[in-house]
């Protein structure tokens, strides 16, 4: 698993996060763990190899427990908490932030308050109409959402 994959991890694990609502110092926190891996010259496979967790530790943004997140990463191709995160929430909600016009704030609200979780559900709800029913989305977003579920 190359640095790229690495930090793909950590920043879907973040819009996850985002989307359920959940803490925002840990959501930046995976943020700016995966911006410094995936800039990082060094593959993190390398420095795992290395020197361990303690290496990972000297990347800026990745302290005790993202090093162990992507020591377990490594080892196993997955994590414990990336798994307990999608037995919860479904990753397929990722999927509605393909649609334009729907951006994380908008994914969440969709999620938190209808339950949308995959691409389908968007055409459902906005077929029925229950694009009109989301506070702070306006006309042309609604029909911009609409358009775009048209291609997708």
């Known amino acids: 698993m190359d640095n790229e994959a690495i930090a793909r991890r950590f920043e879907r694990l973040a819009n996850l996060m985002e989307i359920r609502g959940d803490d925002r110092f840990r959501i930046r926190s995976y943020r700016n763990a995966a911006e410094s891996i995936e800039t990082w010259p060094t593959p993190m496979k390398k420095i795992a190899q290395e020197e361990g967790a303690r290496g990972l530790q000297t990347i800026p943004g990745v302290g005790k427990a993202i ?36 951006g994380l704030k908008t994914a969440a609200t969709l999620h938190q308050q209808f339950k949308i979780a995959s691409l389908d559900d968007p055409r459902k709800f906005a077929a029925g109409g229950g694009l009109e029913m989301v506070d702070g989305l306006g006309e042309k977003s609604a029909e911009r959402i609409r358009e775009s579920l048209k291609y997708l």
């Open 67 to 102: 090093s162990g997140k992507i020591m377990e990463l490594l080892e196993k191709g997955t994590f414990e908490a990336w798994e307990k995160l999608i037995a919860e929430t479904p990753e397929s909600v990722l999927d509605i932030l393909r649609v334009g016009g729907i």
